[in-house]
């Protein structure tokens, strides 16, 4: 089991920075694939980015790419989501996700969530 935590949401103006992070909870963090998604008002929730659990290979959204990164501490049971030149079609609430399958990256259906975090992009 894990719980999910995530922080660093705010209001920001567009072209602005934040990094949101998630904390987790559990011994088998470092196991984990995590990954990023968000979900704005009267939208699907959609993918943002993921990470393996060694880091070793990241995926991003089309939409994101260039401007996001994803990283990961294991040793603070942490990810992290650094965004940059941030615009108002990024405003929505982001959610961390965690699965112990690595097949997760091929079907991101991810077993356990935080509650999200609120970012919002003023122009």
């Known amino acids: 089991q894990v719980q999910l935590v995530e922080s660093g949401g705010g209001l920001v103006q567009a072209g602005g920075s934040l990094r949101l992070s998630c904390a987790a909870s559990g011994r088998t963090f470092s196991s984990y694939t995590m990954g990023w998604f968000r979900q704005a008002p009267g939208k699907d929730r959609e993918f943002v980015a993921s990470i393996t659990w060694s880091a070793a290979t990241t995926s991003y959204a089309t939409s994101v790419k260039g401007r996001f990164t994803i990283s990961r501490d294991n040793a603070k049971n942490t990810v992290y989501l650094q965004m940059t030149s941030l615009k108002p079609e990024d405003t929505a609430v982001y959610y961390c996700?965690?699965?112990?399958?690595?097949?997760?990256?091929?079907?991101?259906?991810?077993?356990?969530w935080g509650q999200g975090t609120q970012v919002t992009v003023s122009s």
């Open positions: 996700a965690a699965d112990e399958d690595p097949r997760v990256l091929l079907h991101r259906r991810y077993d356990y």
